[in-house]
RNA sequence: GGGCAGGUGGCGGAAUUGGUAGACGCGCUGGGUUUAGAACCCAGUGCUGACAAGGCGUGAGGGUUCGAAUCCCUCCCUGCCCACCA
């Protein structure tokens, strides 16, 4: 028979509710904290699925186990609720986002409820109830107090056949996900914030971060830093210049061309006589291409007419637009150099633009195969030739310097953040347009501008957000000068929540109005100070750049105004891998090979899935479902409850030093691997154990202290064998087992004997053993005398209380 | 094209200051138990020999070493991310 699991899962998880872990914190305040924290879900219709469970049990195995080494635990969840799933389901089902977000809510917190997971319920936060995003709305208002947002022209994805402005995820490879059509770009004025100010800091500090170095990698490239140089290249017969953009200044004397992008603001003033007409067509062709949502870059191009002058030589150089160069980039021009850069060497070719190699890998050694982008000696380069490119670049650096045509420059990749959508499921942006005092912040007195019930979520025809429509939420007097004005209908994305959620965990408190308790934030700077930095951070690797930057440039924000202490707010960071189908393909509803957790507590009990999810192999490795193999963690718990029967009537009170050997080194073995996240191994290093046990006995009291270490990977069966035992405390108010270092080392050790490298034969003998011993004793052996015979012996290898390697 | 991670039995995976390859689990084979099945128990299970001794084995090839899954070189493959960034 199985163990009675379902029984056992719901009279402890009902226990649990009742366990009030604020209460926990409070108690040890002055104690060592550790703060672990999940990437709260968005509540979807679908429910949890196994991934869910895989980050949710690995981090709960860490809050109890800490939390039975005396450690004060901070571990929360949320709900992360804003956002388009909701209000595509709204749109289709006819309902409001506000009626089923907390069904899914109820849903999810049931599921959770049923894997055993020890979360703080008390700071239970949802991103779309207004006592949170009064805060997110004030922290916006503070960005844009310190000019940190502003309004600018930025291109949203439209659908014409569907007339709607859609989501850049609902534009898959440039189609309209619902209808197939192709989509186009639409410019709409739109909120953004200066994340680029903060650039060099979201770099620099990376380098103190415990991350996954390939996270780190990602950001660093996203925000993409390029130290160079910034040319002025005069046009002839002009008064105006270019600014060029470069990080290969030595390359200067192979410039054959300069490109300037299609939205360059100088194209029009410089073009000349025939080819004005020209450049006009192909522009217009341009943009026209770019708002269809087709533009591919064929480097394809036009020339002006004009021509700069290069800024040492006073050679002239065409000057060309093409699709290549792009608009929103450094200075929107390049000096083209082909035989140097791939891309350069394309358009060349193309055009039959002039190549003029000016670098040389090895002196005298030309090359055949252009382009070359590597490092070596100039060459054709006049005074330049001959020297090393690095020394070049400082040379001409300052020749150009001298005449004031140069600066250094750096650009980033990274563009500012586009924080508005045209979407009702979001919190509002809490500014005013007044005809006459402009755009008007939103008086902190009257924050949160809350988001109105409506009937009509869909977005509308023009692109504009579905707020647009409801007259007596937009109508809203000026607060600076009283005369009627309009709300800002935008939204902020959903990304908005999720930057400072952490932090509300910390700081969400209770008040009391007419005798009903109201959740509350309250900005309490020592609590803050107390639990951040989020000690541990376990979350998909699909946030490694927009939620995991974003919340980054948030935080420092903050640290900026001095409202949190420290400039980082997620010390380590953890990226649990993807478990994929049995077919070893991603689940997916549309594959059919998504597998549901729920039917696996149905059949087998959550704690044989928590621990088959974390038996499955290393936490952060893409890992493939097996079915089946649930059924060893399953064996493995039916084997413990027995057991635990048997080992009732067991008298014993003094255990054999095999089992007190062993179970030392199983003590210190789970609670190190547990501390390294290997949680597999300290798994199949208790089932080692179970194993040894069988054909023996061990006293109460030390198969308790085993229970212990098994509770954290299945709560609920050590908690009720722990119960049958006639104890009656929570194992969460236990402390976790000690051992002893007398069973750990021993006294004898098995010597691996090695002919050749090749293990032959192996001995137990006494540690501490020196050579001349070690040896008599093997040479007497029959199997090493076999593998000897009359070989003569080279040397020996000795390793000290391991190994012994006779080389013949 | 660039960056990062990785490649070990039929499968998931263990083992790294270079020192017993394949722990643990799944699956499979044989046996027990059972009216039968499920469940459970016992034995076996990298490949190749014959049940032995032995030989071969960590993507391929080479190197360093007494000794390499682990270090070095060349190549192949897989996954993820980025990709006109001047």
Not at 39 to 51: K, Q
Not at 479 to 497: F, H, I, L, N, Y
Not at 762 to 769: R, S
Request: aromatic content about 14%; proline content about 5%.
């Amino acid at each position: 028979m199985f163990y009675p699991f379902k029984k056992i899962e719901k009279k402890w998880q009902k226990i649990w509710q009742k366990n009030n872990y604020s209460i926990w914190h409070s108690k040890y305040l002055l104690g060592k904290k550790i703060y672990i924290l999940d990437m709260f879900p968005y509540p979807s219709g679908e429910g949890l699925h196994v991934g869910h469970v895989e980050n949710f049990v690995a981090s709960d195995i860490l809050a109890r186990y800490y939390r039975m080494k005396g450690f004060n635990i901070l571990h929360p969840m949320g709900w992360d609720a804003f956002g388009l799933p909701a209000e595509n389901y709204a749109i289709k089902k006819n309902k409001n986002p506000k009626d089923f977000v907390p069904q899914n809510i109820e849903r999810y917190k049931k599921q959770i409820e049923s894997l055993g997971l020890s979360y703080d319920w008390q700071r239970e936060i949802n991103t779309t109830e207004p006592y949170y995003y009064y805060w997110t709305q004030w922290m916006f208002l503070k960005m844009f107090e310190r000019g940190l947002v502003y309004e600018k022209e930025a291109p949203i994805n439209f659908c014409p056949s569907c007339k709607t402005g859609l989501a850049n995820e609902e534009v898959v490879e440039g189609k309209c996900e619902r209808c197939g059509n192709y989509t186009e770009i639409k410019f709409l004025k739109q909120w953004h914030i200066k994340i680029t100010a903060y650039a060099e800091r979201l770099l620099e500090d990376l380098n103190n971060l415990d991350w996954p170095e390939n996270i780190k990698e990602m950001q660093r490239n996203w925000i993409g830093k390029s130290e160079g140089y910034e040319i002025d290249f005069k046009i002839k017969n002009s008064d105006q210049s270019i600014k060029v953009f470069t990080t290969r200044l030595e390359t200067i004397f192979g410039i054959t061309f300069i490109a300037l992008s299609p939205l360059h603001p100088l194209i029009l003033k410089i073009a000349k006589g025939d080819y004005y007409l020209n450049v006009e067509e192909y522009i217009n062709h341009y943009i026209k291409k770019l708002s269809k949502h087709q533009f591919e870059i064929d480097f394809n191009g036009i020339f002006t007419g004009a021509y700069a002058s290069h800024p040492i030589t006073g050679e002239s150089i065409p000057i060309w637009i093409s699709d290549y160069v792009l608009s929103d980039y450094a200075t929107g021009a390049i000096m083209g150099v082909p035989a140097h850069n791939k891309f350069d060497y394309k358009f060349a070719k193309k055009f039959m633009i002039k190549i003029i190699q000016v670098i040389t890998p090895q002196k005298n050694k030309i090359i055949e195969k252009l382009p070359y982008e590597g490092d070596g000696f100039l060459i054709n380069s006049f005074d330049y030739d001959d020297l090393k490119t690095e020394v070049a670049k400082e040379k001409i650096f300052q020749y150009l310097e001298s005449k004031n045509l140069i600066k250094k420059a750096v650009y980033y990749r990274l563009k500012d953040w586009v924080f508005s959508r045209q979407r009702y499921w979001g919190e509002p942006i809490p500014l005013i347009r007044c005809q006459k005092c402009g755009v008007v912040p939103v008086p902190e007195k009257d924050l949160p501008v809350t988001l109105p019930n409506v009937k009509n979520y869909k977005p509308t025809l023009t692109g504009e957000s579905p707020l647009k429509n409801i007259n007596w939420w937009v109508k809203v007097k000026c607060p600076k000068c009283s005369d009627w004005a309009e709300r800002e209908t935008q939204t902020m994305p959903q990304w908005a929540g999720s930057c400072w959620y952490y932090l509300a965990y910390i700081l969400k408190t209770f008040s009391k109005q007419k005798n009903k308790i109201y959740p509350k934030i309250i900005w309490d700077k020592n609590k803050l100070n107390y639990w951040l930095p989020v000690d541990i951070y376990i979350g998909g690797a699909e946030h490694a750049v927009l939620h995991l930057l974003y919340a980054r440039f948030w935080h420092k924000f903050l640290f900026d105004l001095n409202l949190v202490s420290i400039p980082e707010p997620f010390k380590k960071l953890v990226n649990q891998g993807i478990i994929l189908g049995t077919d070893g393909e991603k689940m997916s509803k549309s594959r059919g090979n998504v597998i549901n957790p729920d039917d696996l507590i149905n059949k087998y009990g959550a704690d044989s899935l928590r621990i088959y999810e974390m038996f499955m192999g290393p936490l952060i490795e893409t890992k493939k479902w097996d079915s089946s193999a649930i059924m060893g963690p399953f064996r493995f718990l039916n084997k413990i409850w027995l057991y635990s029967k048997k080992n009732k009537k067991n008298k014993k009170l003094k255990d054999s030093i095999e089992v007190l050997k062993s179970f030392n080194k199983l003590i210190k073995k789970v609670s190190q691997d547990i501390e390294n996240l290997k949680f597999n191994t300290a798994i199949s290093s208790m089932m080692e154990f179970v194993n040894f046990l069988s054909d023996k006995s061990i006293s109460k009291k030390n198969w308790l202290n085993f229970i212990k270490l098994l509770y954290p990977f299945a709560p609920h069966l050590a908690q009720e064998i722990w119960q049958s035992f006639g104890k009656k405390s929570l194992l969460e108010k236990e402390i976790w087992p000690d051992y002893d270092n007398r069973y750990i080392d021993e006294d004898n050790i098995i010597l691996i004997i090695q002919v050749n490298g090749k293990k032959r034969d192996e001995l137990v003998i006494k540690k501490n053993l020196n050579f001349e011993d070690v040896k008599k004793m093997i040479l007497a052996r029959e199997k090493v005398k076999k593998f000897i015979k009359d070989k003569k012996i080279k040397k020996f290898i000795f390793i000290q209380d391991k190994l012994i390697n006779i080389v013949i």
